[in-house]
């Protein structure tokens, strides 16, 4: 098993089996800090993962969409498990659209506890949001290995203390 294979594994493992992930997800801002610069902003988003993506259920017109449909390139971390990573965002629309079918599958067993009493699939801009990464970074046991993932080229490099 080559370095991107290993680093896929240990994403599979700590995040996917259909684990309800909580991710920071940053976005860009639409308004421009004091200086006029370009401004980051991150919220808390559940998320299912999946081969390279993470997946949300949201809102069609909320912040994060609007800002996502200005500047497609995102941040992830998922909470408490040592990842981080760029992504691009991907409205994948309303939540019934036929397309959609195998997602919904997916998420709403991973998010079974909660999924219908906070989402109406009923209102066409409740939506999906894909993460697909570009690229990470797994960090194990602080510092012992670092993966550091191209998702686009598939390879990885490995560093660190047991590296």
């Known amino acids: 098993m080559d370095k991107y294979q290993?680093?896929?594994?240990?994403?599979?493992?700590k995040f996917g089996n259909n684990k309800d992930n909580v991710i920071g997800l940053a976005t860009i801002a639409l308004e421009?800090?004091?200086?006029?610069?370009?401004r980051p902003a991150v919220?808390?988003?559940?998320a299912y993962y999946e081969d390279g993506v993470f997946y949300v259920i949201t809102h069609a017109k909320s912040s994060k969409m609007q800002q996502i449909a200005q500047n497609n390139e995102v941040a992830i971390a998922v909470c408490?498990?040592?990842?981080?990573?760029?992504?691009?965002?991907?409205?994948?629309?309303?939540?019934?659209?036929?397309?959609?079918?195998?997602?919904?599958?997916?998420?709403?067993?991973?998010?079974?506890e909660w999924y219908d009493r906070v989402n109406n699939e009923k209102d066409e801009n409740c939506c999906y949001l894909a993460i697909r990464l570009t690229k990470g970074i797994i960090n194990i046991n602080h510092f012992e290995k670092l993966y550091r993932m191209d998702f686009l080229n598939k390879t990885a490099r490995v560093e660190g203390r047991n590296a």
């Open 32 to 38: 421009s800090g004091v200086d006029g610069k370009p």
């Open 80 to 112: 408490f498990g040592w990842f981080t990573a760029d992504g691009i965002g991907e409205n994948l629309g309303w939540v019934l659209d036929p397309k959609n079918a195998e997602v919904r599958t997916k998420l709403r067993s991973a998010f079974a």
């Open 6 to 13: 290993e680093g896929m594994a240990i994403l599979a493992e």
């Open 43 to 46: 919220r808390d988003a559940d």
